[in-house]
Nanobody, 124 residues
Framework: QVQLVESGGGLVQAGGSLRLSCAASGRTFSSYVMGWFRQAPGKEREFVAGISRRGGTTYSADSVKGRFTISRDNAKNTAFLQMNSLKPEDTAVYYC?????????????????WGQGTQVTVSS
């Protein structure tokens, strides 16, 4: 069982930065691939970024590539999403998720545990 708690969301102007954190409970954090997803009002939840168990491999959606960076600290049971050059279209609730799959899945249905989400609002 893994419990995930996101933090770091808020209101920021376009062009600004935010760093989201995802704190995991339990001693098996390094056994899980981690992903960040987001859901804007009236839209489907979409994959933002993912990272392998040891952090050696990362994936990003085309819409955030070059602006967002996913990382993890297994010693602290925490995953991060550094978001730079934020745009109004990045406004959404951001969720972190853990998957027991061997590789990073972009499909939300392949994730086993989810956080409660944190709101990110980017003003123009």
């Amino acid at each position: 069982q893994v419990q995930l708690v996101e933090s770091g969301g808020g209101l920021v102007q376009a062009g600004g930065s935010l760093r989201l954190s995802c704190a995991a409970s339990g001693r098996t954090f390094s056994s899980y691939v981690m992903g960040w997803f987001r859901q804007a009002p009236g839209k489907e939840r979409e994959f933002v970024a993912g990272i392998s168990r040891r952090g050696g491999t990362t994936y990003s959606a085309d819409s955030v590539k070059g602006r967002f960076t996913i990382s993890r600290d297994n010693a602290k049971n925490t995953a991060f999403l550094q978001m730079n050059s934020l745009k109004p279209e990045d406004t959404a609730v951001y969720y972190c998720a853990a998957s027991a799959r061997l590789v990073v899945p972009p499909n939300q249905y392949e994730y086993d545990y989810w956080g409660q989400g944190t709101q990110v609002t980017v003003s123009s």
